[in-house]
């Protein structure tokens, strides 16, 4: 991907000045000599390393003896139905694993005991109603309840992710675009992943102007969005333009593309992340990023909004969140090769993050 201008470049610059870049020489025999944010500029390839390690560990707060619980995040995913169970506890599990307090799972009835079953450590609500459960007359009425219990817990979550396995029942589709408007109106950040990219992409006013969104599309996702958006098809020669082009279509909304690197944009700059990283492609991955994401967002605009920065919560929870994956999903894939599955990544989540951010007292 390539061209885009110089005052990106410097934006980027400053972004890692901002942050107190640059690390000491006891941290250089860590594992993070690949570890990089790439900017592509033009046709040479100009790249830029920076100090991705800088960012993680500005952002990621210190384990306080004093702090309560819920004050280094409270997340909810909203998605489980009766075929897709695995996905939210993938999302809501990794965002506890890196280090969130509190991780809530608003599913289906049918979804609910067995994500409760994966694990006793998530807060899980069975609210959700798909059409086949509610008669045409009700749906009006069991669209309001849905609503106002999750309205209920909103104004305590720090982020709010849409998508891992919602599936695509109409009436649901309907009760999630509620809620994300809700979130909105509340200002908690919306990361959209899986069939949430669907529901967005079929509805872009569910987020076009919000900046604290963040899309995470593969490939074909993505492809679907520069289709509905830009209306054209991916263009891979300038790609690091058209992603530009497509953030600021959104009106600000970050986007995540994922893929052998993964390129970040808000309209007005673009990072890449390729460091790590694994071969083996096993689903579920892209769960974990989303909730990573979360987790990191809200720490980012925790430390944000302590004042003295300037740079954009949104990228930098996109930068740490894909970081740590990539990390989790090398190590995962040192120790178990092809058989590598995406507990396996989730299991290796907090060692990534030790060693890329020394745990501080």
Known sequence: MVGYSAAVIRRQQFLIRCLGGGYNSRNKNLHYSSLRMQSLMGGGGLTLESDVISILRSITPS?????????AGKIAVVGGCREYTGAPYFSAISALKIGADLSHVFCTKDAAPVIKSYSPELIVHPILEESYSVRDEHKRSTSAKV???VDKWMEIFDCLVVGPGLGRDPFLLDCVSEIMKHARQSNVPIVVDGDGLFLVTNCLDLVK????AVLTPNVNEYKRLIQKVLNCEVNYQDGTQQLLSLAKGLGGVTILRKGES???SNGEEVSAVNM??????CGGQGDILSGSVAVFLSWARQRVGKGGWSASPTILGCIAGSAILRKAASLAFENKRRSTLTSDIIECLGESLDELSPVSF
Request: aromatic fraction near 12%.
């Open 63 to 71: 384990l306080d003896p004093s702090r309560h619980k819920g004050q």
């Open 209 to 212: 102007d919000y900046q604290l």
């Open 262 to 264: 993964d390129y970040i």
């Open 147 to 149: 609503i106002a219990e």
């Open 276 to 281: 790590f990283g694994s071969p083996r492609r």
